[in-house]
């Protein structure tokens, strides 16, 4: 009910009654429990807020227009009154108080990620999110799915312009899903404002938040904080569907991840161009962002791979390069360890570095290889 | 109420100084000093201006136009550590330099030669921070929070980025120990601590949280330093270290530095507007101990910054009440102003104007923070144009519009000349409204969910942030006038009288306009 009402308040404060819907002035319309309690305790403060505005500003208005040199006021040289400070300090003491009861609640709540039905980690890489199914044992990679064309304004823009992925997270509808965060570069944080989640991803720590969507929907939020340069282009889409098509979804999800385990079985016999072919995906999806479609990456920070030493030299360099990263006076860099990737994607991509742009090493690394010097 | 002063006009101890560019350099004067600040502060704020430009350029629509995401990074985290470190902290020392001898009866500050070496340290630090954009690599891009892990991941631009920051740092230090020199030593006979001008009280308060925390800023940017070149692992999880311990240390410096950027501002606005309102100010006693209590709680409040990053139920509690406490103390200073101005006799000069508009803007960016205080909301809005909106609510129409009202109301004083009270009106004027069209759009954005630091949006937030781009130019362009106003009153215009405000009543306007190079030779009595 209070919701409604500010909406409109707000609305018609905005003067703008044409412009569509109340979620471009409010927060997002909630899904979930918790995003419900913050969007009444964000109305309850912002109606409080609105009350003392009025009151103090119209009392500061009625001073500067009656009490004026120019309206023939002449100054009363009063400075003090007891009284009155006293009370204008603890009534909005009182009130303070008044808005901290509701906000405890809550804080307790959405603390409280105890006996979840579900637990997915999620873990945020320059610049893409990875998620693990915990029990389900599902793990995949999602990434923004807008076309670059799109970006550059070479293509009309989407209606789900840099809030579209490859992969979303998929959750059943009215379940306790308890996320963990936790990241692999730096800190990033996992928001779907209408759920009412948002939690850092701090590599080395793994942090915990829950959500319960009331209904089934497609949620759509992004990394909030500053990650690099395409911080604003990882995006996090959470489709809520009923139960049983979340069952099926799960079913489908883990009979394909076992069909990939057996395609890349060990013992396969892999011809350069099928690790080339394989290559440019895992390129595509893990290393395009730092070392560019050309090659050329964005030096210094990210090296160009195309004519590089290391891409051209020794392969034993380069595949321990790619699965412990780069360490440079003890620290490391940019180029973050890959040792998630499996011993084919490792193999492929490498061969797929080996073979393109300006670099013909025509070696095809083979995933024994890789497996040889895992350590 | 405070003995006039006889001083001699014609004292001719401008012998011994040196004229031409020499004489700026080698200056130990305070007044001098004071020009050199202010000068300094406005091509940064020139300078970061432009930056802003820039990004609402980039962000006018969606969809990449100008620049490529990291440099998109570079001008947002350059634009925030130019405004603070380069605009508004230097103003206020430039405000200080000038202000405080005269205010409180004293010759000149203590320490006249370092005085010198806190202001010609900013110019190669200015050249450093700015430089940084043509190193390979570009500027940081960290954000002007300077995050680790992130901060460790940037080229050499972040090496110059922490020098800046050490020798501002160094800079603050030595301008704040001169300030609690001059005030507790300086004052003229009779000046109780309670006796002094509000200006001098925060800037005294102020002093002692800079002292407090720059060296804690230091100490984070040097970690961060050894962490990316002399094999440290302070903020690096693999080796040991906690990423987010760098934030617990920033903002320890990052709260009571917001402080530093307001209080002074509280102080101008505190001059102002008794002498526009032709009135004594109400509560002096109550607005000093408001001073005090939030300068004190600025100390215990830093992780309010930090909601997301997934502290225990209690942690978000005690942050919450801690910072609901600071509403109280600023509500106090609000009421006394108002009430300073109830019954009285107001005139509305471009400094009432611009200390009226700061308190009518100052107190949204006041609600949004409390807004901000309440961790459940503060989870929805953290790191969203909300966030911008406040604290530029706080720091544009708070900080920067308090230095605007204090440069009109001290200028005739200064330069011995009538600013021009039409352009002084256009100036306001068209600064409250330009920065509301830019300001005021971005809490919608942050409310349904546009985070911050992105060059490129969806394309619901396309007609909010056109909105905010137009004001932005609007209002960059506005301060142009604020130079022609400068630039006119210096040259020429009405002579001013030694008191050109009827209800001015501190000892600077005992002085003639402009002031004798050593303000008082002979300290006047205070009754």
């Known amino acids: 009910m209070m919701g409604r009402w500010t909406k409109r308040l707000v609305a018609a404060a905005a003067c703008a009654p044409a412009l569509a819907s109340a979620d471009r002035y409010n927060l997002q319309t909630p899904q979930s429990i918790i995003a419900h309690q913050i969007y009444d305790l964000h109305t309850l403060i912002f109606v409080i807020c609105c009350v003392i505005f009025v009151v103090v500003f119209g009392v500061m208005f009625y001073a500067i227009i009656m009490h004026r040199k120019a309206a023939g006021h002449k100054a009363q040289q009063f400075h003090e009154n007891t009284t009155i400070e006293i009370a204008w300090t603890i009534v909005p003491f009182l009130i303070l108080i008044g808005m901290a009861y509701p906000a405890t609640k809550t804080i307790i709540a959405m603390k409280d990620t105890s006996n979840p039905d579900l637990t997915i980690k999620a873990t945020g890489y320059q610049w893409k999110w990875g998620y693990d199914y915990l029990q389900e044992g599902i793990s995949f990679y999602s990434s923004l799915a807008t076309p670059r064309d799109q970006l550059d304004g070479n293509a009309p823009k989407g209606v789900n312009y840099l809030l579209e992925v490859d992969n979303p997270v998929v959750v059943p509808v009215g379940k306790k899903v308890r996320i963990i965060t936790t990241a692999n570069d730096v800190i990033h944080a996992w928001w779907v404002p209408a759920l009412g989640v948002k939690q850092d991803a701090i590599p080395g720590f793994v942090r915990d938040s829950w959500f319960k969507a009331d209904k089934a929907g497609t949620y759509r939020g992004q990394c909030a904080e500053l990650c690099g340069k395409d911080h604003g282009y990882m995006p996090i889409v959470v489709e809520a569907v009923e139960p049983a098509k979340y069952e099926a979804w799960v079913k489908d999800r883990q009979e394909k991840m076992a069909k990939v385990a057996v395609a890349d079985a060990p013992g396969k016999i892999w011809t350069l161009d099928e690790l080339k072919a394989r290559g440019e995906k895992v390129y595509a999806q893990h290393c395009v962002a730092c070392h560019q479609p050309t090659g050329l990456g964005t030096p210094p920070v990210f090296p160009a791979l195309s004519g590089s030493k290391v891409v051209t030299g020794l392969k034993e360099v380069q595949i321990d390069t790619v699965l412990g990263g780069v360490v440079k006076d003890g620290k490391q860099t940019a180029m973050m360890p890959f040792k998630q990737l499996s011993d084919v994607e490792i193999a492929a991509v490498i061969t797929y570095t080996r073979n393109s742009w300006s670099n013909k090493t025509g070696d095809a690394i083979l995933p024994d290889e890789v497996k040889a010097l895992r350590k | 109420m405070y003995a006039a002063h006889a001083h001699d006009q014609a004292h001719g101890d401008h012998a011994h100084s040196p004229g031409g560019i020499m004489r700026w350099i080698t200056t130990t004067n305070h007044k001098d000093i004071g020009t050199l600040y202010l000068w300094f502060s406005f091509t940064m704020l020139m300078v970061g201006g432009v930056l802003a430009i820039g990004i609402r350029a980039e962000l006018f629509q969606p969809g990449l136009q ?22 508004i902290m230097p103003a206020f020392v430039g405000f200080a330099n000038w202000q405080i001898p005269m205010m409180i009866g004293a010759p000149d500050m203590a320490f006249a030669r370092m005085n010198n070496w806190s ?127 760098f934030q617990h240390i920033f903002w320890f410096f990052g709260h009571p530095e917001v402080y530093i950027m307001i209080l002074p501002a509280f102080g101008i606005i505190s001059q102002v507007i008794p002498a ?188 909010f942030n056109m909105v905010a781009s137009f004001g932005g130019f609007g209002f960059g362009l506005t301060q142009l006038i604020f130079l022609a106003a400068v630039i006119k009153c210096i040259r020429g215009g009405e002579k001013a009288p030694d008191k050109p405000w009827e209800g001015a009543d501190t000892l600077e306007w005992t002085l003639p306009s402009p002031p004798p190079y050593h303000s008082f030779e002979t300290p006047p009595v205070v009754k």
């Open chain 2, 276 to 463: 526009f309102a032709r009135k004594p100010l109400f509560g002096y006693a109550s607005m000093v101990y408001a001073l005090a209590s939030i300068a004190i709680l600025s100390f215990i409040v830093w992780a309010h910054h930090m909601f997301t990053v997934g502290m225990p139920a209690a942690g978000q509690l005690f942050f919450m009440f801690a910072t609901m406490l600071i509403a109280v103390p600023t509500g106090v200073k609000v009421f006394n102003w108002i009430a300073t101005m109830w019954k009285g006799s107001m005139t509305f000069e471009a400094p009432m104007l611009f200390a009226c508009g700061f308190i009518f803007v100052f107190s949204m960016g006041g609600f949004t923070g409390l807004m901000l205080a309440i961790p459940p909301v503060d989870i929805q809005v953290q790191d969203t144009y909300y966030v911008v909106a406040h604290f530029h609510y706080v720091l544009v129409a708070g900080s920067l519009f308090a230095i605007f009202a204090g440069a009109y109301f001290w200028i005739p004083k200064w330069t011995g000349h009538m600013y021009d009270e039409t352009l002084g009106k256009w100036h306001f004027w068209l600064s409250l409204i330009f920065f509301n069209i830019t300001f005021f759009p971005m809490h919608f954005l942050g409310l349904a969910g546009m985070p911050r630091r992105i060059p490129d949006y969806a394309l619901q937030f396309a007609d």
């Open chain 2, 66 to 87: 100008f620049w490529r995401p990291e440099f998109f990074n570079e001008l947002t985290t350059m634009h925030g550590l130019i405004m603070v470190f380069g605009a």
């Open chain 2, 119 to 245: 202001f010609w340290l900013l110019p190669p630090a200015a050249c450093l921070l700015v430089g940084s954009f043509f190193v390979p690599g570009g500027a940081t891009a960290a954000g002007w929070t300077l995050y680790a892990p992130l901060s460790t991941q940037m080229g050499p631009g972040m090496d110059l980025a922490i020098f800046a920051l050490h020798i501002m740092g160094a800079s603050s230090i030595m301008g704040a120990i001169n300030i609690i020199t001059t005030i507790l030593n300086m004052r003229a006979p009779g000046m109780d601590l309670m006796k002094m001008p509000l200006f001098v009280w925060t800037w005294l308060i102020t002093a002692y949280l800079l002292i407090a925390v720059m060296p804690v800023l230091a100490g984070a940017v040097t970690m961060v330093l050894t962490d990316r070149h002399f094999g440290t692992n302070f903020f690096n999880a693999a080796g040991g270290g906690d990423p987010v311990l």
